[in-house]
């Protein structure tokens, strides 16, 4: 069995449903597709990616971007980019959002799957995983 067929494709993680549509065993390690099912509440805190550039594409629903100071509001085929380095999170404004998650390059989809193997994490459960894949939590 390759590391595709092991690695799990779809699984909930705090509170959010993700579909791995590509991940770097699919990309030669260049970037990840992940389709993620969220709610309000479900928001990570402002955090930075040491290694990986991460697009936000929304398909349904609305979310307000906050990158490096700025907000931005997007909606149903809107995007934004949160460059590595730059301090991000984001805020679901409807009762639901769907979206893609594109991080390059891939890697950091490995998080969001150690995750899904907790059920209950606790903010150091958290910024333990998210250190591992070169991310600060910004408490």
Same mark, same amino acid.
């Given at each position: 069995m390759t590391n595709t067929e092991t690695a799990l494709r779809s699984f909930r993680f705090l509170g959010n449903e993700a579909i791995v549509?590509?991940?770097?065993?699919d990309t030669g390690g260049a970037f990840a597709v992940l389709e993620m099912r969220s709610v309000p509440g479900? +928001?990570?805190p402002m955090h930075t990616h040491n290694n990986e550039d991460e697009?936000?594409?929304v398909l349904e629903g609305r979310m307000k971007v906050i990158c490096g100071g700025v907000e931005t509001v997007l909606s149903a085929g809107e995007s934004a980019v949160a460059p590595r380095g730059t301090p991000h999170t984001f805020k679901i404004l409807s009762?639901?959002?769907r979206s893609l998650a594109i991080l390059t390059p891939a890697g950091f989809e +490995?998080?969001?799957r150690a995750l899904a193997n907790i059920e209950r994490p606790s903010v150091e459960q958290i910024a333990k995983a998210a250190a591992r894949f070169g991310t600060g939590l910004l408490l």
């Open positions: 549509h590509l991940d770097a065993s479900a +928001e990570p697009y936000f594409i009762p639901e959002l +490995e998080f969001f």
